[in-house]
């Protein structure tokens, strides 16, 4: 309905203004604003997107982030395809010792000739595993006291560096290193770079070595005239690098940050962690990412200094024209908030778009004055209804409760506790029909429970424990009628067993969570606890009510908490330890002294 309103209010507004020339601007037919506003705006307009277009382009912070985000998304890419090469050298180091340590070790303890049938197995072994994975570069197991040393080579160990390595592997200096171990270490033989793995018992290894370039082979595939990389030990060392270029950087300086530049800006170094060895880092070249920006920075000088004379002249049209209108229309919002719908907004001469703006806005606030007020008076009045309601639901639920305890008792032949019983109903039906009433006091409630508990007392004697601690200086505050009996009346239903004593447990308390203070009452009982999914229904947000009928009492305490205080979350249930049922609620104190 507001819209179609709104539409007649636009077709009135454009008819008048048409029909009544000098009423609203004393003056001609006002030109539209857009036709003015795109005069005045479009060279500047064009000027300005210039600026912003080549300044956003090539600007040199974002020049640098993107090289720096563009190397670090492909070293990470590298970086995973080295550890991948490390891990299968791992894995595949890991089988053989695992599968032939026990050979080796008993290798001494054996003939020559059953000594050249194992050797020549193990050599087989190493060299089923050097030939299925080409990361693998070289596969050894030594044992000196016995001078056997095997070894295989894979395909890029080149001919002149086995011998190397070997001679290496069999030295005292390598057995002396006492770096090598478990995890990968760097060495240095003849002048090329190895990553060494091995397991060592007693006096035997077993280990695997990868050359630097090896790892290398992938990251060479991608590297151009733009973009070096070098591999780098935890020391910053140059293991091994895409291209000469690289290596009179060596070391590469640790700063602690993954991008930096060097030698007076005139490369940027990207640098990522690689955890079993230490970095690989990309050089680039800066001249070669930002040639010609220098030209187009003073282009970018030059336009700016046009701006600036140009800019004040159509600021001020730009104030006249639309500043202004839209200033009043922030203002006239702004006394809309402070509840004055009583404001009009000024007349003066204004292009046609803010004159029709104008007049919906105020067409459409002296309807949404009339919709705010109707809309109010509905709230209140549906949750009057929807509170009654709920409390008609919730008294039948007692009456009927109260009326078969007194049936039952009648059967038995029990006048004396019927007499008792009876008074006990009295002050129960008295309670329950106060004419309407929503809220009663924390001692009302508890009194009135107290005596709900002592009829049930006549009717199973001997049976029930209950105790009830109330801070005393919470027995005035205000709380929702019914909202502790409900509970109680359904302990009695789900967690009394003829034969067994019911324990109940009724704590009323100050709580504080998140600077706020609360009435906390809690309900404790020792039958067999809530169903897994009464606890799931019951503490979810928002409130259900069951349609079936069923936990209809749960649902309306829970329905009347979120009415009165707003709150979806005053009320939880939950399985007691060892056994039984818990029930706690919150009343917030603030809002249960101003119910009334």
């Not at 670090?72 to 890991?94: E, W």
């Not at 197991?141 to 890029?156: T, Y």
């Not at 170094?269 to 060895?277: C, L, N, Q, R, V």
């Not at 200086?473 to 009628?481: D, K, R, S, V, Y």
Request: aromatic fraction near 10%.
């Amino acid at each position: 309905m507001s819209h179609y309103v709104l539409k007649n209010h636009i077709m009135e507004s454009k008819n008048v203004l048409l029909m009544r020339k000098g009423d609203m601007f004393k003056s001609t037919k006002p030109v539209s604003f857009v036709y003015k506003f795109s005069l005045q705006i479009t060279l500047i307009l064009a000027i300005l997107v210039a600026v912003l277009i080549i300044s956003n382009v090539y600007s040199f912070n974002v020049v640098e982030t993107n090289i720096v985000n563009n190397s670090k998304y492909t070293m990470g890419i590298h970086i995973t395809n080295i550890q991948n090469r490390l891990n299968s050298v791992s894995k595949d180091l890991n089988e053989v010792f695992e599968n032939h340590i026990d050979d080796v070790v008993v290798y001494p303890k054996k003939d020559e000739s059953n000594k050249y049938f194992d050797a020549l197995r193990l050599k087989n072994a190493l060299l089923s595993k050097v030939s299925n994975n080409e990361s693998l570069d070289a596969l050894f197991i030594l044992e000196p006291s016995e001078h056997l040393f095997l070894i295989q080579f894979g395909k890029n160990i080149l001919s002149n560096e086995n011998q190397t390595l070997s001679d290496y592997l069999k030295s005292e200096q390598f057995a002396g290193n006492t770096a090598i171990g478990r995890e990968w270490s760097s060495i240095q033989v003849n002048g090329i770079s190895y990553e060494i793995k091995s397991f060592k018992v007693s006096d035997i290894m077993i280990g695997a070595a990868v050359k630097a370039d090896t790892l290398m082979n992938v990251v060479k595939k991608t590297s151009n005239s733009q973009n070096h990389y070098g591999l780098t030990d935890k020391n910053g060392e140059l293991l091994s690098a895409t291209d000469p270029f690289i290596n009179h950087l060596s070391p590469l300086p640790d700063t602690g940050k993954t991008s930096y530049k060097l030698d007076d800006g005139k490369y940027f170094i990207i640098s990522e962690d690689i955890p079993e060895i230490g970095k690989l880092s990309n050089l680039i070249e800066r001249k070669s990412v930002l040639s010609g920006l220098d030209f187009f920075q003073w282009v970018i000088v030059s336009l700016g200094v046009v701006s600036l004379i140009i800019v004040p002249a159509v600021l001020t049209s730009l104030s006249r024209e639309m500043i202004k209108p839209v200033l009043e229309l922030v203002k006239a919002t702004k006394e809309l908030e402070k509840g004055n719908w009583d404001y009009q907004l000024p007349l003066h001469k204004a292009s046609i778009e803010f004159a029709k703006l104008f007049h919906s806005f105020t067409s459409m606030t002296k309807e949404i004055k009339q919709l705010k007020i109707h809309s109010y008076e509905e709230k209140l009045e549906r949750n009057k209804a929807e509170l009654k309601y709920l409390q008609m639901q919730i008294k039948p639920h007692f009456f009927l409760n109260a009326i078969t305890t007194v049936s039952s008792l009648t059967y038995q032949n029990k006048n004396e506790e019927i007499r008792k019983l009876i008074n006990y109903l009295s002050e129960h039906l008295r309670y329950m029909f106060k004419g309407g009433l929503v809220n009663v006091t924390v001692r009302e409630e508890i009194d009135h429970v107290t005596n709900y508990i002592h009829m049930q007392e006549i009717k199973f004697p001997n049976h029930i424990f209950h105790m009830i601690d109330i801070e005393p200086n919470l027995e005035q505050h205000i709380l929702p009628q019914f909202l502790i009996q409900t509970f109680i009346e359904n302990i009695f239903k789900h967690a009394l067993v003829y034969g067994d004593i019911l324990s109940i447990f009724i704590k009323v308390e100050t709580y504080s969570y998140h600077h706020e203070d609360f009435i906390k009452i809690t309900l404790e009982d020792n039958g067999e606890g809530f169903p897994d999914e009464i606890i799931e229904e019951v503490n979810a947000a928002g409130t259900r009510v069951n349609e079936t009928g069923q936990r209809i009492g749960i649902s309306n305490i829970k329905k009347t908490l979120s009415l009165l205080y707003k709150r979806d979350n005053l009320l939880n249930i939950s399985k007691n330890e060892p056994s039984g049922a818990r029930v706690e609620i919150l009343i917030p104190i603030q809002s249960s002294v101003d119910q009334t």
